[in-house]
């Protein structure tokens, strides 16, 4: 999911990770506290004094968002879920969670642990900030507190909107779920109530916009697209599981794909089949032997005046483990390939023999054909 993303410790089992992304808000988040929140909160103190004041708070926010997902990760591995790790970043902090809940009630758990811990650690910093206050000289750290109170009791009260895929919108699915009994219809109802509230952010954000709050009005737009986003992408994620099921390749690839010989020329490859047959990924075979492929951003690479000179096996790329799948590979697990990795379109192998060939697009057009779509 972020492949950019930068480990930096292991706790308790799970990785810790941090995506470049993050140094955006948090820059953001230290620019602000020490330019508006904390010389308005506590005016007259040095610029350096509100650096490190802002700095310190924003260390302990994001740290407050790693126990947020900490709290999900360690109840979700409660319930036998993989968790492969947490990563910090734009829009704050997310757990990798590998398995969906196998019931509403798991769900509905797991859901509820990470505004519980937001709670908990308002309450905390609340706590502190009283002792504090009670103490000379101790007024900066008073202020810091009382923002961190703030600040983990608006992360809870946030994340408890019924819009999926925030925490409230998995407990609004996990309620649908216990009622009807099925969790893709569920995972619908929740994803709309999501794109809604996306949507009423989005709208939100465009008029703060017109009122002149530049940040403010870009980031509710920001992060009503991320939600919307989300929101869309769980859906489909929950779809391709009820459609797909226990599928293997072969059952949705291409049995009989354009395959092409080394010695073709690259003329004859870009003219003939690549523009011809409106087709960009071709298979390289000679005698019933897979070779390897070549697909058109090879052959874009290529200036035009060297395709008559050049031929495929000039260029094609051979077989190898990113782009060989077997017949028998689940869907499932190829749609996490796609996801990880990036590379869109296979060869399905046997040996050195080809068997076909299967894309995104093709499980795409398959997960909207209204046949497959009523039988999820």
């Known amino acids: 999911m972020f492949a950019n993303a930068v480990k930096l410790f292991s706790f308790s089992g799970f990785d810790i990770k941090l995506d470049p992304s993050w140094a955006l808000i948090a820059a953001l988040i230290t620019w602000s506290l020490s330019q508006h929140y904390f010389p308005s909160a506590f005016p007259d103190l040095g ?22 997902e900490l709290a999900h990760s360690v109840v979700a591995r409660r319930f036998g879920m993989k968790i492969n790790s947490i990563t910090l970043f734009l829009f704050g902090g997310v757990a990798e969670i590998e398995d969906e809940p196998q019931s509403a009630g798991v769900e509905f758990w797991v859901a509820l642990a990470g505004p519980a811990m937001s709670f908990a650690l308002a309450f905390g910093f609340w706590i502190l900030k009283l002792i504090t206050g009670l103490s000379q000289g101790l007024a900066e750290a008073t202020v810091v507190l009382s923002y961190l109170a703030t600040i983990n009791l608006v992360l809870a009260l946030f994340n408890l909107v019924p819009a999926f895929p925030l925490d409230g919108g998995r407990v609004l699915r996990a309620f649908l779920w216990n009622k009807t ?20 952010l989005m709208a939100l954000g465009v008029f703060a916009l017109f009122q002149g709050a530049l940040i403010s009005a870009l980031w509710q737009i920001m992060i009503g697209g991320f939600l919307l986003a989300a929101a869309r992408a769980s859906y489909q994620q929950q779809l391709a599981k009820a459609v797909f099921g226990n599928r293997t390749v072969s059952e949705i690839m291409h049995r009989h794909p354009v395959t092409v010989p080394p010695d073709m020329s690259l003329t004859e490859l870009g003219e003939n089949v690549i523009l011809h047959k409106g087709i960009s990924f071709v298979p390289v075979v000679e005698n019933g032997v897979l070779l390897g492929h070549i697909d058109q951003s090879m052959l874009g690479k290529i200036d035009r005046e060297h395709w008559a000179s050049m031929r495929v096996d000039d260029i094609f790329v051979g077989v190898d483990a990113t782009t060989a799948i077997p017949k028998d590979m689940p869907v499932q697990e190829l749609l996490a390939r796609i996801s990880s990795t990036g590379t869109r379109k296979f060869l399905v192998v046997s040996g050195h023999h080809l068997l076909g060939v ?19």
């Open 358 to 376: 299967i894309s995104l697009a093709d499980l795409i057009r398959y997960l909207n054909w209204p046949d497959h779509s009523r039988a999820a």
């Open 181 to 200: 009994g099925d969790s893709l219809k569920a995972t619908e109802t929740a994803a709309k109530s999501g794109a809604v509230f996306a949507y009423v």
């Open 47 to 68: 610029t350096a004094t509100y650096l490190v004041m802002a700095v310190t708070a924003m260390l302990l926010f994001f740290a407050s968002l790693l126990m947020h």
